[in-house]
């Protein structure tokens, strides 16, 4: 998707979220993205030279901006996600039933144990921290699946 509407990764990121939730505002979106307010501007000047995005004075605060798609980009990102859809429809539609069940089940067990997660803070921290403390210590982690 970057590649065909030229772009990177993060501008991609950026697109997706304001596809899914805008208009956003520039802090927003650096929440978001986890980018610094710099990071963003120029990010948006990028969005804003290709044509995919659009900044307008926020109507409830004449001091922010609020990026839009543009009607381009919007239709862009439609036909990709459609394209995309099309994609696993077909891979669906030619894979044995009962293996399509059993990846049903597997990505249904998948997202509730990342929901359940991400919905523990604390644990998360925890976690997080005690790794953190062991591959500092000098213990690998895991290698990634073969």
Do not use: K, W
């Not at 696993?88 to 144990?113: F, N």
Request: hydrophobic fraction near 40%; glycine fraction near 8%.
């Amino acid at each position: 998707m970057a590649v065909a509407l030229g772009v990177g990764v993060t501008e991609i990121s950026a697109l997706g979220e304001l596809r899914q939730d805008g208009p956003l505002t520039p802090s927003e979106l650096s929440r978001r993205l986890g980018l610094t307010s710099p990071s963003v501007t120029s990010l948006l000047d990028r969005l804003e030279s290709a044509g995919l995005v659009v900044r307008q004075r926020h109507p409830a605060d004449r001091r922010s901006v609020l990026v839009r798609l543009t009607g381009g980009a919007d239709a862009a990102l439609a036909a990709f996600f459609e394209l995309f859809s099309d994609d696993v429809a077909a891979a669906v539609e030619s894979s044995d039933p009962d293996h399509v069940a059993e990846l049903a089940t597997m990505l249904g067990s998948i997202a509730e144990a990342m929901s359940a997660r991400a919905n523990d803070r604390d644990s998360i921290a925890r976690e997080l921290a005690e790794r953190v403390a062991r591959y500092r210590s000098g213990s690998r982690p895991p290698d990634g699946p073969d």
